[in-house]
């Protein structure tokens, strides 16, 4: 089964440092990849997505990821973060152009001032 | 465009009792996804519905039911509730061809006691 791995579970950082946040997935097939994001009291909003093409792909917010499909990652970055950047992050992966989401467990960034 | 609604937005329920919620798409989306979000499993997908069809399904009991209307809205039912069923029920709605964005509702949290 497929599965998507989220190593950093909590990240603190201070404002103007660089993040980035790791995300594996294991599966073979085709996948579209996606980071969504959760501000405190907020709905999940996508981030960013990755079907084809260029595989470094740039978001909202100045947030970036890169798909290394030799690694099976797709991990997000963003040089300088901001005390509003502090959310919940998840990776999801959707396999075959199916219908479903699997998302990893999470990361929760705090940046502090 | 108004975004995804979903209701009630809170729900208190006792062990035994069935609970339905419901999700209002976002104008011309006719693809419904529902999600359940926990502390421990994260974020789960339950079910996909397309023009009144289920076309996916995760891996929950059959207790798990849902459907979707002519006008695209969808509910989804939770029988014999258990403890383990408090969550964060999260819908999200897309376009025809399901996950290249979807776009998720506030959510219903659901306390079982």
């Known amino acids: 089964a497929q599965s998507v791995s989220q190593h950093n579970h909590h990240v603190i950082l201070s404002e103007a440092a660089s993040l980035e946040l790791g995300c594996n997935y294991s599966y073979g097939g085709t996948v579209n990849l996606f980071w969504y994001v959760q501000y405190p009291g907020q709905h999940l909003q996508l981030l960013l997505k990755?079907?084809?093409?260029?595989?470094l792909v740039k978001g909202i917010k100045g947030f970036e990821a890169e798909f290394i499909k030799s690694k099976f990652s797709f991990n997000l970055r963003k040089p300088s973060v901001q005390w509003s950047d502090t959310a919940e992050y998840f990776c999801?992966?959707?396999?075959?152009?199916?219908?479903?989401?699997?998302f990893g467990k999470g990361t929760s960034l705090l940046v502090t001032p | 465009k108004a975004g995804v609604t979903q209701t009630p937005r809170y729900l208190i329920k006792t062990r035994g009792q069935q609970v339905t919620l419901s999700c209002s798409p976002i104008s011309g989306h006719r693809s419904v996804s529902w999600y359940q979000q926990t502390p421990g499993q994260g974020l789960q997908f339950l079910f996909e519905?397309?023009?009144?069809?289920?076309?996916n399904k995760g891996n929950f009991p059959g207790r798990f039911s849902g459907r979707q209307f002519s006008n695209s809205r969808s509910e989804m039912n939770v029988s014999t509730l258990e403890l383990g069923d408090s969550a964060l029920y999260l819908c999200?709605?897309?376009?025809?061809?399901?996950?290249?964005?979807?776009?998720f509702g506030p959510g219903t949290r659901l306390l079982v006691l």
């Open positions: 519905y397309f023009s009144e069809t289920q076309r």
């Open positions: 999200a709605s897309g376009t025809a061809t399901g996950v290249e964005t979807q776009y």
């Open positions: 990755y079907f084809s093409g260029d595989p």
């Open positions: 999801a992966v959707n396999a075959d152009s199916g219908y479903a989401l699997n």
